[in-house]
């Protein structure tokens, strides 16, 4: 893995992914080293994020390391018309990786055509989260023990989420069933169903939740999300569509767990938290020894 970009999920295999996995659980044991002494990491940070940047930081104040970056592009040169294209080759003289959000899709490709450092996709847009859906099979490893012939339903916005399209398409690896929880206006796009058929997996659609609950081992959850919208009108009309409550979980599976990429409106009700099958803030904490696991490997430290 040393010095490959991670764009979209599929971009490494499924063995640099368990393996990324593997040593994310040995961070996890000892979170505090100094593997990153005398490298520095930029955070470019071009969309609002409470986790994935602070969680990028932390890991490399964790390994010793030095974060340059921004958290909004406003207070930098491109308020004054400066390109991604100079933007990305000037930091890459400052750094030795760069971790890039930006809200246009195929961003975080062009970046890593052009950069001599290697790009780490953030999040772009509404096409793919590839760091998130590490966490997110680090953390379903976690609870379930396994990673194979699970239940999960994605709940939301299936169509805009990045989180959801790069996480359909890494659980193809592992002979998953899929159901899908969304309204008729925000379904998955045909190109992602398209991935889960190629693999010869089922999925099932749905437009309520009730019915997959006692069935799945994993919810995951996901925000209705405003800024995607052009149409204001439309997102206040199905902003509302799910509301999960504690009752509503008291009847699944043992194993079943709910996980949220976070943050969350008010798809999950706070009285959810306390449930022991709530592990959205530990999957969000597991985002520090992946992101370690990662940056380390893409560094060729490990
Ligand atoms: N999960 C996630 O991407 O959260 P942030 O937007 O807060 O980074």
Aim: hydrophobic letters at 35%; aromatic letters at 8%; proline letters at 4%.
């Amino acid at each position: 893995m040393k010095n490959k970009s991670l764009v979209s999920i599929n971009d490494y295999s499924k063995e640099e992914q368990l393996r990324i996995l593997e040593l994310a659980e040995e961070f996890e044991q000892q979170p505090t080293q100094n593997i990153l002494q005398n490298h520095v990491i930029a955070s470019l940070f071009f969309e609002p994020s409470t986790r994935t940047r602070l969680s990028f930081e932390s890991a490399v104040n964790r390994l010793g390391g030095k974060v340059v970056g921004f958290s909004e592009a406003s207070n930098t040169s491109v308020k004054k018309g400066e390109s991604l294209r100079d933007t990305i080759l000037t930091v890459a003289n400052y750094s030795d990786l760069i971790v890039m959000r930006n809200p246009v899709e195929g961003s975080a490709r062009f970046a890593s055509e052009i950069s001599p450092v290697p790009i780490i996709n953030a999040g772009d847009g509404a096409n793919q989260h590839p760091t998130q859906t590490l966490l997110d099979l680090y953390s379903i490893k976690k609870t379930q023990g396994t990673l194979d012939n699970l239940h999960i339903a994605m709940v939301g916005d299936l169509k805009y989420g990045r989180t959801i399209h790069s996480l359909v398409i890494a659980m193809c690896n592992f002979n998953t069933t899929f159901h899908l929880v969304s309204p008729v206006e925000l379904k998955l796009p045909s190109s992602v169903k398209m991935h889960i058929k190629e693999n010869n997996l089922s999925y099932h659609q749905y437009t309520e939740m009730d019915e997959v609950l006692p069935i799945v081992d994993i919810l995951y959850m996901t925000r209705i999300q405003r800024e995607r919208f052009s149409d204001p009108l439309e997102y206040e009309r199905i902003k509302n569509a799910y509301n999960l409550h504690k009752n509503m979980i008291e009847d699944t599976k043992e194993n079943f767990r709910v996980l949220h990429p976070l943050p969350r409106v008010n798809e999950i009700n706070i009285n959810v938290d306390k449930s022991p099958k709530a592990y959205y803030f530990e999957q969000a904490l597991n985002g520090v020894f992946v992101r370690q696991a990662l940056m380390v490997s893409i560094l060729g430290l490990r």
